[in-house]
Every structure is written in C-alpha cells, then in structure tokens.
T-cell receptor
Framework: DAGITQSPRHKVTETGTPVTLRCHQTENHRYMYWYRQDPGHGLRLIHYSYGVKDTDKGEVSDGYSVSRSKTEDFLLTLESATSSQTSVYFC????????????FGQGTRLTVV | QQQVKQSPQSLIVQKGGISIINCAYENTAFDYFPWYQQFPGKGPALLIAIRPDVSEKKEGRFTISFNKSAKQFSLHIMDSQPGDSATYFCAASIGAGGTSYGKLTFGQGTILTVHP
C-alpha cells in the first residue's frame, strides 16, 4: 500500500462543531487531494494541493477549508459541521507528471448528528 | 454537473460471465481515463487506465474500450470471478499542462456482484 494514513478512521460529531481530518503521506508526493464519497455521486473533489501552501477549491468546497504547511500533511477542516457533511472522506496522493496513478487512503467515516 | 456518467448502477453476473460497465463524458479536454476498484471499507485502487490515443487496452481479464468520437469508454471483465465483486468507478482527468493538476472526475459507481 502507498504510504497514506488518514486519521481518524471514524468520527461522530455534533452539528455546529469544527472537525479536522488529517492525511499523512510518506511518499513525498507533490499532489494531494480530498474527496468525499456519497451513494449515487461517486467521489467528488473537495480541495486539492499542488505544493506546500498551494491549495485550491474543488467541485464541492463550500463549508470546507484545507491547509498544507508541509509536504507530508494535508488537513481538511469542516468549519461548522452539518448533517449534509456526513460522508466518507478519502485523501489521495499523486506524484510524478500528469496522469500518473493516484493512490487513495483508507478513508474516514464522518457522521454529523 | 456530472461530467462523467456511469451505468449501470448495479450489475449481477454469474461466475465465468462477462461484466460490462459503461461511461460517457462531456469534456473533450479529458485525456486520461482510469478505472478504480473499491472493496468495502477500503479506498479505491487503480485497476487499469487508458489515454485517448488508443482504442483498447487489455490487462489480464480487464479491458478498456475507448470511443473518442462518441465520448464513451467501457470496462469489460472477462471470466468474472466472485473475487471481482466490488464497486467500480470510471474517472477522467486533464493531465497535459495547464492548472488541472490531475484532478479526477468520477462516475457514480457500479456495484458488481459475481455469483459463484
């Protein structure tokens, strides 16, 4: 398995609370991504990073922010969790040139009650 | 807006049969088309990928067929096995230059069940 660790793996939180998910890689890859997976929607891109401190929005970025202060860590923050953010969150990494393989983490199952 | 449409949502085949999953895309700038396989509780893993300069790519029992003019591509699993039971996602990305950064756009997924 590619060196990607997501934490926590499972979390239950209350509506309105902030939540931070962590993605840690040991591959020194340049590109990192956060996706959410929901039934009927596949995986949708939330935010991505193309270098330290270089991040941008994806398709479903509202209510989320990210930070990447070092190559190995990419943090996803739900500023004020809502029930619509109940989902499975996947981090992915990719190195090399365009269209090289993206490796996915094991996912974080987040439930907002 | 769903730029990659995948069908069917679910598929049941008998062991030894052929599984076929189809995808259609809208953005003609896409130039990389991977298929991912996902088992329950796991992250997606790359199965096979194709670029639009070829019409077919085969790796073992898995084949991608690509039709650039129709903006469609499909995954064929020959001699399907119970161990192939999983969720399959097609995806597309723009890789050549610009600021696309290899972002993947996924189809909705197909749950494949192979009966023994």
């Amino acid at each position: 398995d590619a060196g990607i660790t997501q934490s926590p793996r499972h979390k239950v939180t209350e509506t309105g609370t902030p939540v931070t998910l962590r993605c840690h890689q040991t591959e020194n890859h340049r590109y990192m991504y956060w996706y959410r997976q929901d039934p009927g929607h596949g995986l949708r891109l939330i935010h991505y990073s193309y270098g330290v401190k270089d991040t941008d929005k994806g398709e479903v970025s509202d209510g989320y922010s990210v930070s990447r202060s070092k190559t190995e860590d990419f943090l996803l923050t739900l500023e004020s969790a809502t029930s619509s953010q109940t989902s499975v969150y996947f981090c992915a990494i990719r190195g090399g040139g365009p269209n090289t393989e993206a490796f996915f983490g094991q996912g974080t199952r987040l439930t907002v009650v | 807006q769903q730029q990659v449409k995948q069908s069917p949502q679910s598929l049941i085949v008998q062991k030894g049969g052929i599984s076929i999953i189809n995808c259609a895309y809208e953005n003609t700038a896409f130039d990389y088309f991977p298929w991912y396989q996902q088992f329950p509780g796991k992250g997606p893993a790359l199965l096979i990928a194709i670029r639009p300069d070829v019409s077919e790519k085969k790796e073992g029992r898995f084949t991608i067929s690509f039709n650039k003019s129709a903006k469609q591509f499909s995954l064929h699993i020959m001699d399907s096995q119970p161990g192939d039971s999983a969720t399959y996602f097609c995806a597309a990305s723009i890789g050549a230059g610009g600021t696309s950064y290899g972002k993947l756009t996924f189809g909705q997924g197909t749950i494949l069940t192979v009966h023994p």
